[in-house]
């Protein structure tokens, strides 16, 4: 399950005749730990569903080997048990049992992983905890990664609010594509891209998100930047010079923006 569930097509279930594969089919720990798995995909949704759309106009791959991503890398060019999904988040998963560590290898760049924060620098390999139910997954640190809060589905109402995360870095960039994700109407431009660029330097983050592109118009009301391992404490924060609340929990930095239907650019004062 921790391997499935960064795959383009990810189901955990059974057939007639074949052993149970349901979650609940392993006991209360094991269930508990493939829910996390399940809730985690649903929240990267906006990200992969982007990539799909990414692969599917480039004839790219949306899980690319390291050889792909990597191609003037040697040393990533011979890593066959790790891969990325899309350009930003890399995955290293465990395939033996028994493991609770394993190397991975980082290219070029900073790195943060997924779950815990910790930093880590690149065209270097890495010892890394990999408890079970809690896989090596890493994003690159000039990532703005889109994603949604947890839901049981994907049908009925939207989400009011799409989260916009980032890891210290100098610059970050993202893009998110949204549609109704049932119709081909986004073929007649029924459809929203929006891209994401931003910089820090030593006591100021600034962070912008352009005027959808197309017509579509999710349920969205605002976006909440979360604010990783940002280790200066937030001073400030405005859009076009009005005052933003933020918030601090579990060491993120939270700031909503309302979702307006115009370009946005965000200034944040950290203390120096």
């Known amino acids: 399950m921790e391997w499935g569930t960064f795959q383009p097509f990810a189901r955990g279930h059974s057939s007639i005749g074949t052993n149970d594969h349901e979650p609940w089919s392993f006991g209360k720990e094991a269930e508990g730990m493939v829910k996390h798995l399940i809730e985690l995909r649903y929240q990267l949704l906006p990200y992969i569903y982007t990539v799909f759309v990414d692969a599917s106009e480039k004839g790219l791959h949306v899980n690319q ?44 760049g900073n790195w943060y992983h997924l779950e815990t924060g910790c930093s880590y ?32 589905h994907t ?8 989260f916009l995360d980032i890891w210290p870095s100098a610059k970050w960039q993202g893009v998110l594509v949204e549609d109704d994700g ?13 891209s994401f660029d931003g910089e820090m330097n030593d006591n ?14 999710s349920a969205r009301k605002s976006w909440v930047l979360r604010l990783h391992e940002f280790k200066k404490e937030i001073l400030s924060a405005q859009l076009e010079g009005k005052k933003l609340s ?27």
């Open 204 to 217: 100021q983050v600034t962070l912008n998100i352009s005027i959808p592109k197309g017509s579509y118009r």
């Open 65 to 108: 080997p390291m050889v792909v991503a990597y191609p003037e890398d040697a040393t990533a060019c011979r890593c066959e048990d790790e891969f990325m999904v899309g350009e930003s988040l890399l995955v290293a998963p465990v395939l033996d049992p028994g493991t609770d560590h394993r190397a991975v290898y980082l290219p070029e």
């Open 246 to 272: 933020f918030v601090m929990e579990n060491s993120i930095g939270i700031i909503t923006v309302p979702a307006e239907a115009k370009s946005l650019s965000v200034v944040i004062e950290l203390a120096k």
């Open 121 to 152: 620098q690149g065209k270097q390999w890495h010892l890394v905890e990999v408890p079970l139910g809690k896989p090596a997954v890493f994003v690159k640190a000039d990532t703005i990664l889109p994603m949604h809060p947890v839901r049981p």
């Open 155 to 162: 049908q009925g109402t939207e989400p009011e609010a799409s």
């Open 182 to 194: 049932i119709t081909k109407n986004y073929l007649k431009g029924e459809e929203a891209r929006f």
